[in-house]
């Protein structure tokens, strides 16, 4: 049961233009939404994250847009530059749940691999 | 430097073998939390502790088990390895658990020959 796909196991674009990178998630209780970015030989590093309450976070270069009655979030970078070549993870997280187990796991997508071009 | 230590960085053993991957949270933070990456594979979720007490678990195989000591480091066991365990190993930690913020270590690439 795959709750968060990311259908684009790539994306190419050029240096300063928009990259946007695609999720969809099949569970509507997830609370928080979230990016990770992950170079070779690192772990995974917190980008940008919105509410289920919100439609849109910003953060710089970084915005991420989510639409719930479609269940799709998508994460905008403009301009995008040569260093955000990356693997790109959307995860989702719920709150503790009535049994108090979930408290914030996150359950990722499959990840996106970005190469932007000079 | 995300401030989570993993231990070893690489390890290669046997089928049938244990091993046991090692993690210190950043200094503060109360979960943690274990994902495998396989090959071609998102991140999984195995399982969290919170302050020395399982929290949640994910798909993790009975052939693996984890603890959380009171200093708050915590370790994955692995036994009877199979060569499908093969993966990079990570661990998490977090200071606000609900919002999804965690912080990674860098993995342990584990192979099994």
């Known amino acids: 049961d795959q709750q968060v796909k990311q259908n684009s196991p790539s994306l190419s674009v050029q240096e300063g233009r928009i990259s946007i990178l695609n999720c969809d998630y099949t569970?509507?209780?997830?609370?928080?939404f979230l990016w990770y970015k992950k170079y070779p030989a690192e772990g995974p590093t917190f980008l940008i994250s919105?509410?289920?309450?919100?439609d849109k976070n910003e953060d710089g270069r970084f915005t991420v847009f989510l639409n719930k009655s479609a269940k799709h979030l998508s994460l905008h970078i403009v301009p995008s530059q040569p260093g955000d070549s990356a693997v790109y993870f959307c995860?989702?997280?719920?709150?503790?749940?009535?049994?108090?187990?979930?408290?914030?796991?996150?359950?990722f997508g499959q990840g996106t691999i970005l190469t932007v071009h000079p | 430097d995300s401030g989570v230590t993993q231990t070893p960085k690489h390890l290669i053993t046997a089928t049938g073998q244990r091993v046991t991957l090692r993690c210190s949270p950043r200094s503060g933070d109360l979960s943690v939390y274990w994902y495998q990456q396989s090959l071609d594979q998102g991140l999984q979720f195995l399982i969290q502790?919170?302050?020395?007490?399982?929290?949640a678990k994910g798909n993790i195989l009975e052939r693996f088990s984890a603890q959380q000591f009171p200093d708050l480091h915590s370790e994955l066991n692995l036994s009877s390895l199979e060569l499908g365990d093969s993966a990079l190993y990570f661990c998490?930690?977090?200071?606000?658990?609900?919002?999804?913020?965690?912080?990674f270590g860098e993995g342990s690439r584990l192979t099994v020959l």
């Open positions: 919105i509410s289920s309450i919100k």
């Open positions: 998490a930690s977090s200071r606000r658990p609900g919002s999804g913020e965690l912080f």
């Open positions: 502790y919170y302050n020395g007490e399982e929290r």
């Open positions: 569970n509507s209780m997830f609370d928080y």
């Open positions: 995860a989702a997280s719920r709150l503790a749940n009535a049994g108090g187990t979930s408290y914030g796991k996150l359950t």
